[in-house]
């Protein structure tokens, strides 16, 4: 959210593209206190497929929405330091 990118509609249309002109993936990677807000934003856009989050025993807050990332939106789900 805080860089603004995921409320840019010029850079989503371009990542959707992407997307469905070649056949890619699109992630997005994570940090700090607003990770579970940042990523409904994410998952609400329709284009993600995959998400990086930070989640350890000082930072595990996300945890509830990368499971929900994951179970009813089929995101990849990769966890940096853990």
Do not use: C, W
């Not at 989050?53 to 990849?76: C, I, K, Q, W």
């Amino acid at each position: 959210l805080d860089s603004g990118v995921l409320g840019d509609e010029s850079v989503l249309a371009k990542l959707q593209e992407l997307k469905e002109s070649r056949g890619l993936k699109i992630g997005l990677s994570l940090s700090g206190v607003l990770q579970a807000k940042t990523l409904k934003v994410a998952v609400d856009t329709g284009l993600f497929d995959s998400v990086q989050a930070t989640y350890n025993l000082m930072e595990s807050s996300v945890g509830p929405a990368l499971e929900r990332a994951h179970l009813e939106h089929g995101f990849d789900v990769i966890v940096k330091e853990g």
